[in-house]
């Protein structure tokens, strides 16, 4: 026999529908397959899409054509982008050096795909040349616009600097590579630098002589990840140059 309490309450809760139908509304939402529930807003899996889309939209827009495939195939490099959707702050900075048309590039962009694809809570992200962003960042005639770039380098979520130690050294470059890096350093931002100078050799140049001995001191830090890209110039389908 079923529990009289059960029944009261169904009673009651049939009562509820007659008056909700009078009025022309349903007390009971129709029953969900799963094909509705991916047109459901309040599910984790829906969020979950709609993250990484929004994440992988705002990649496509700062990838250049070249690099729209851009895969992370290094095992390594995987790692440090799962470490960084998991905790942005732990991640530190991917390092990725070698000779030209290694695959640096690629596997830095690759390294971002994924990221959005995992579907983060924010996704900012700005992708620069080097030698672009010290371009950007000489004193122009537009009042304070240098200053500005710098900060907008510094503080966004996501930092990519290809080609790092391309630039003739100066003072200048010296300073403005430690004021971009202290502040990432300071804050804890995921940085992604590629090279084709070697982190360090003593028998030629390396990065710290670029970017000097307190940048290097900060990158040593901050690097969780340094990938030596190996091989042969791919631009060249892998024949040596
Ligand atoms: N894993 C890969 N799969 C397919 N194509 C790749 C891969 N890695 C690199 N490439 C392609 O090889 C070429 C050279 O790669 P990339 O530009 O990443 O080299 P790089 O190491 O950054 O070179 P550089 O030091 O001159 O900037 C590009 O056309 C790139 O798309
Ligand atoms: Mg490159």
New binding site residues.
Partial sequence: MAHPERVASAASLRAMERILAARGLQAVPEARDDDSREANPGDRQWHHRARAEYALNRWDAATPP??R???A?LPEVAAWADRALADNAAAGALL?T???????????Y?ALRRIAAGGPDRFEVIAMNSADMYGRLRPSQVMGAAERELRRLSEVQFLLL??LGTAKVSEWTEEVTYRLFNYRYNFCLPTII?S?LPARDEHGPDLTDFVGARVASRLAEMVTSLVP?IGT???RGGRAA
């Fill in positions: 070249r690099y495939d851009a895969e195939t990725l070698g000779q030209t048309g290694t695959g640096k590039t690629h596997e830095a690759g290809d080609d590629t084709n890209m110039d791919r631009r």
